[in-house]
């Protein structure tokens, strides 16, 4: 599909609710069990579909071993177990806010990585997508701002952020391969690197309660933020670069508070007009902006 635009509208949706239900099970599923689970479910439900293309693709794998071991590190299992260890002991309100600084990772990492600097309109709409989640977040009151406290987990959130910030940046190098043998053997391969700190988490007497609602969670996390989310972004990301891709990091919290007017019975306001439409009119800017390169 050739659409970026819709592709990185959809990815931070599904990763929206990743966030809420992720908050909502994290007493009953510790974190590297729901990483593992997630991953492990996400690989077995592509892999039927994508093993032919694994087969072609294998000579390629073998070749970049060492950026497809990067990317399942930094993207899959490095990012997610550390949001869901943050989501722990934070609010998913803190998370969602966390979510904004994407694009500042992602400019930072395409600057160390690759040398390629925002351009104005870049920058311009990152600070106007930024100020649009913003007024949503304080619903209107820049003072509610002040009001939030950063713990541990907000902390290991944000490394979480900058750690996917490296993948964001490191997905336009990935290889030639299907993008269905891609996310098989990411979330296959990141699923193996994850069971050392799931067997700690195991060691600590730390274990997962299943019911039913955590079930469908679970479904919901291996289907739509892992196989979908990851297949629209790395396409996005390959169709219009890192740097033009990365203000749709703030639609995650857009959508967020959408999902808490829907499923929670908030009420909407005034204030969320006025960010959607800060938020929309900084994602176009940036998203229409053109990337350089530095000549240093």
């Not at 729901?34 to 690989?43: D, E, H, K, Q, T």
Request: with cysteine; net charge positive.
């Amino acid at each position: 599909m050739d659409k970026p635009y819709l592709l990185l509208s959809l990815a931070p949706l599904f990763w929206a609710g990743n966030i809420v239900l992720g908050r909502f099970i994290a007493a009953d599923f510790p974190p590297m069990a729901l990483s593992v689970l997630r991953w492990g479910c996400a690989c077995l439900i592509v892999l039927p579909f994508a093993w032919p293309h694994l087969r072609a693709d294998w000579p390629v794998i073998r070749k970049h071993l060492p950026l497809l071991t990067l990317l399942s590190l930094t993207g899959l299992a490095g990012y997610n177990a550390i949001a869901y260890l943050g989501l722990q002991s934070t609010q998913a309100l803190n998370a969602l806010l966390i979510q904004s600084s994407g694009p500042l990772f992602v400019a930072l990492w395409s600057l160390v990585l690759l040398g390629i600097r925002l351009t104005w309109p870049q920058t311009i709409g990152i600070c106007i997508s930024l100020l649009g989640v913003l007024t949503i977040l304080s619903r209107g009151h820049p003072e509610t701002l002040a009001a939030i406290h950063l713990n541990k987990g907000d902390l290991l959130v944000t490394l979480g952020m900058a750690v996917f910030g490296i993948y964001s940046v490191l997905a336009v190098k990935r290889p030639a391969m299907h993008p269905l043998a891609f996310v098989a053997f990411a979330s296959g391969y990141g699923t193996v690197l994850l069971i050392p700190a799931l067997i700690v988490e195991i060691l600590h007497g730390h274990h997962p309660a299943l019911s039913v609602d955590n079930a469908l969670t679970l479904a919901y996390v291996a289907i739509f933020p892992s196989i979908l989310s990851y297949l629209f972004f790395n396409r996005g990301v390959e169709l219009i670069g890192a740097n033009r891709a990365a203000p749709f990091f703030h639609l995650i919290p857009v959508f967020g508070s959408v999902m808490a007017i829907v499923f929670l019975g908030e009420r909407p306001q005034l204030f969320h007009v006025a960010g959607y439409a800060l938020v929309l009119a900084g994602v176009v800017i940036a998203a229409r902006g053109s990337t350089r390169r530095t000549t240093a």
